[in-house]
C-alpha cells in the first residue's frame, strides 16, 4: 500500500516570509510520480507540479520551489516571499504503478496574513 | 473551453434515498476519478475508471456505484445514502494516468445527508 503524510496541519505566516511544505510518502514502486496541488478559498484543485521518481532534479518556478530527496522519500515544497494569495490548502500526492490509483496527503492548511 | 463539469454543487438529502453526482469531461480523457474531501483526511479515491467500460476500487468504495458507459460521463452514484457521505466529493479527469499527465478536477459537489 501507499501512503502519503503532510505532518503540518496548519501553517500561518506572515508575508513575505519563506515557508516549507513537507510531504513524505511511502510506496514499494521502484517507479512512481509525485504531485502538488493547490486548493485557494474558491474550492477548485489546481495542479503545481509533477515529479517522477527517476528525476531528482529539484524545480524551481518563479516562488516556489520543489525538493525531491529518494534517500528520505520527501518530495517538499517552499515558497518564497510568500503572498497573501498564497494562503490555501496544498495537498501533495502519489501514484504508483498500481494502475489509476492515486493517493493524497492529507492537506497542509496555509495562511499567510499582510 | 477544457473543463470537467460535476452537478449539482450543493445537494442536501435524507438517508437512505438514492442520488446520482454526474461527471463529465469534454477533453476526450480516458482516465476518470471520484474521491471525497474530508477535513484532517485529505481526499480520498473513491473509485476510478481507465476506460470505457472499466472502472476499479479506490480506497474508499463502499456505498458507492460508479459507471462509464461513455467516455465523457462517469457519474457517481450513491443507493442508499448515510449520514458518514456527508462530504464534499470531486470528480477528475486526465488523458492517461501516466508518466506526463495531471488530473483535472471539476469544482465540487457539497453533500449532506441528514
Known amino acids: 500500500a501507499q501512503k502519503v503524510t503532510q505532518a503540518q496541519t496548519e501553517i500561518s505566516v506572515v508575508e513575505k516570509e519563506d515557508v516549507t511544505l513537507d510531504c513524505v510518502y511511502e510506496?514499494?514502486?521502484?517507479?512512481?510520480?509525485l504531485f502538488w496541488y493547490k486548493q485557494p478559498p474558491s474550492g477548485e484543485l489546481v495542479f503545481l507540479i509533477r515529479?517522477?521518481?527517476?528525476?531528482?532534479q529539484n524545480e524551481i518556478s518563479g516562488r516556489y520551489s520543489w525538493n525531491f530527496q529518494k534517500s528520505t522519500s520527501s518530495f517538499n515544497f517552499t515558497i518564497t516571499a510568500s503572498q497573501v494569495v498564497d494562503s490555501a490548502v496544498y495537498f501533495c500526492a502519489l501514484k504508483g504503478t498500481s494502475y489509476g490509483k492515486l493517493t493524497f496527503g492529507q492537506g497542509t492548511i496555509l495562511t499567510v496574513h499582510p | 473551453e477544457a473543463q470537467v463539469t460535476q452537478n449539482p454543487r450543493y445537494l442536501i438529502t435524507v438517508t437512505g434515498k438514492k442520488l446520482t453526482v454526474t461527471c463529465s469531461q469534454n477533453m476526450n480523457h480516458e482516465y476518470m476519478s471520484w474521491y471525497r474531501q474530508d477535513p484532517g483526511l485529505g481526499l480520498r479515491q473513491i473509485y476510478y475508471?481507465?476506460?470505457?467500460?472499466?472502472?476499479d476500487k479506490g480506497d474508499v468504495p463502499e456505498g458507492y456505484k460508479v459507471s462509464r458507459k461513455e467516455k465523457r460521463n462517469f457519474p457517481l452514484i450513491l443507493e442508499s445514502p448515510s449520514p458518514n457521505q456527508t462530504s464534499l466529493y470531486f470528480c477528475?479527469?486526465?488523458?492517461?494516468?501516466?508518466?506526463?499527465?495531471?488530473?483535472?478536477f471539476g469544482s465540487g459537489t457539497q453533500l449532506s445527508v441528514l
Open positions: 510506496t514499494r514502486d521502484t517507479t512512481y510520480y
Open positions: 515529479r517522477n521518481s527517476f528525476d531528482e
Open positions: 477528475a479527469s486526465s488523458l492517461r494516468l501516466g508518466a506526463d499527465e495531471k488530473l483535472f
Open positions: 475508471s481507465m476506460n470505457v467500460e472499466v472502472t
